[in-house]
C-alpha cells in the first residue's frame, strides 16, 4: 500500500514537470525578445539576457513598425466576431431547443454535419464567394459575417439553453405577455452567462489568431492583423530574419489573450463544470 503523501508528492512532481514544459515556450519568446541575436543564436545558449534587457526591439515595433495599429486592428476584428457569435449563435441555439418548427430535429442534424467539413475543404469556395460575389475585398466582413452562426457555437448554446432554461419558463413569460425575442433577451440570455463565457474566449482567441483569412483577403498594410504583420519579421531570401523583433511582436500579441483569460476565467471554468455536470446528469 503506498502512502498516501507519496502519491500526492509524485503527483506533484508531475504537474510541475508539466508546468515547466508548457511554461517555457512562452518564457522562451519572452525572454528572447529581450536579447539581441548573437544572445539568441550563440555557441552557448543563454536563458537570461547577458547584457541585460534590451528594449529595442520593443521601440522599434512602434516608432518604425507602428505596431499598435496591428494590434487594434486584431482587437477590432476579434471583438465584433465575438458580439456577432455570441448574439447569432445563442438565438439559433435557443430556437433549436426551445422552439417548434417543422424539420427542426433534421435541419439541427444536417447543421451538426457541416461540423465534419475540415476548414480547409471550403477555404476556395469561401474565397470566391468573398471576393467574386460579395467584393468584399479588403474589408473585415468576411471574417466575421460567415462566423457568426458556426454549427460549433450552435450546438455548444443549444446544449447549454436545453439543459439550463425548463420550458415551464419559456411557457411562463408567454402566459405574461413577453414575446419570443423579449423572452430570449430578458430570461434566457441571462440564465446561460456561463455557456456564453465559454464560447465567446473561444470565438475571441480563434478570432484573434486568424492568418490564413487575412492573408488571401487583405492587401493594405493599414488592416493587416497582428499574426499577418508579424510575418514581415520573419525574413526572405533577400532579409534576414528579425528574430528579437518577431519575440517582442508575439509577446505583446499575447497579452491580450491573457487579459481576456483573466478576466473570464471564472466564468470560463463555472460553464465548463456546469456543463459537464449536466453531462453527467
Known amino acids: ?86 448574439f447569432f449563435c445563442s438565438l439559433a441555439g435557443f430556437t433549436f431547443a426551445k422552439r417548434q418548427f417543422p424539420g427542426r430535429d433534421k435541419l439541427f442534424f444536417l447543421m451538426l454535419a457541416t461540423m465534419m467539413l475540415p476548414s480547409q475543404a471550403t477555404i476556395i469556395p469561401w474565397y470566391l464567394l468573398m471576393i467574386k460575389v460579395l467584393k468584399w475585398a479588403d474589408t473585415y466582413w468576411p471574417f466575421w459575417v460567415p462566423v457568426w452562426a458556426t454549427a460549433f457555437g450552435i450546438f455548444l448554446m443549444r446544449q447549454f439553453i436545453a439543459a439550463s432554461i425548463p420550458d415551464e419558463m419559456i411557457e411562463a413569460a408567454a402566459i405574461d405577455g413577453c414575446s419570443v425575442f423579449g423572452t430570449f433577451v430578458r430570461i434566457v440570455l441571462p440564465l446561460v452567462k456561463p455557456g456564453l463565457a465559454v464560447l465567446g474566449i473561444i470565438t475571441f482567441v480563434n478570432g484573434w489568431n486568424i492568418f490564413l483569412e487575412p492573408l488571401l483577403i487583405l492587401s493594405d498594410p493599414d488592416k493587416f492583423t497582428a499574426p499577418l504583420a508579424l510575418v514581415a519579421f520573419q525574413g526572405s531570401q533577400r532579409y534576414a530574419p528579425r528574430y528579437a523583433m518577431l519575440f517582442a511582436g508575439s509577446t505583446l500579441s499575447t497579452i491580450p489573450l491573457l487579459v481576456v483569460f483573466f478576466a473570464f476565467q471564472r466564468q470560463l471554468i463555472s460553464g465548463i463544470m456546469s456543463g459537464a455536470l449536466k453531462g453527467q446528469g
Open 1 to 86: 500500500m503506498i502512502p498516501r503523501i507519496v502519491i500526492r508528492v509524485f503527483t506533484y512532481i508531475l504537474l510541475l514537470i508539466f508546468a515547466v514544459i508548457f511554461v517555457f515556450p512562452f518564457y522562451d519568446m519572452v525572454i528572447g525578445s529581450f536579447m539581441d541575436d548573437n544572445d539568441l543564436f550563440g555557441l552557448h545558449p543563454t536563458f537570461w539576457p547577458r547584457e541585460g534587457f534590451d528594449v529595442d526591439a520593443y521601440r522599434e515595433l512602434f516608432a518604425v513598425y507602428n505596431f499598435w495599429r496591428p494590434l487594434l486592428n486584431s482587437v477590432y476584428v476579434a471583438a465584433v466576431r465575438t458580439v456577432g457569435t455570441l
